[in-house]
């Protein structure tokens, strides 16, 4: 079984920074891609930022040169940067893998989410 768990989620002032991790764990063979998204109120879900087994990134054009993702392959691991905060920047944000567990094919996986607010 395959768990992704987000962490680092809160309330922070315009201009702020927030760092948000997402940890794959269980019986994982391999992940490929990384990545995060959000949903903000009455809004579809929409990328955010992705980033590929070999550390290549594409961020939505909203976050580009704000938000930076990275991730640790040794410890199945995602991270999301997030500076120069907008009241905009407010939503659920969702870690997402494209991940094959042992014993299965290729499937996305989602985080719970966790809950961004930037506000004053």
């Known amino acids: 079984q395959v768990q992704l768990v987000e962490s680092g989620g809160g309330l922070v002032q315009p201009g702020g920074s927030l760092r948000l991790s997402c940890a794959a764990s269980?019986?994982?063979?391999?992940?490929?891609?990384m990545g995060w998204y959000r949903q903000a109120p009455g809004k579809q879900r929409e990328l955010v930022a992705r980033?590929?087994?070999?550390?290549?990134?594409n961020y939505a054009d909203s976050v580009s040169g704000r938000f930076t993702i990275s991730r640790d392959n040794a410890k199945n691991t995602v991270y999301l940067q997030m500076t120069s905060l907008k009241p905009e920047d407010t939503a659920d944000y969702y870690c997402n893998a494209l991940l094959k567990a042992t014993n299965r094919g290729w499937y996305d996986y989602w985080g719970q989410g966790t809950q961004v607010t930037v506000s004053s």
């Open positions: 980033i590929t087994p070999g550390g290549s990134t």
């Open positions: 269980g019986s994982i063979f391999s992940i490929n891609n």
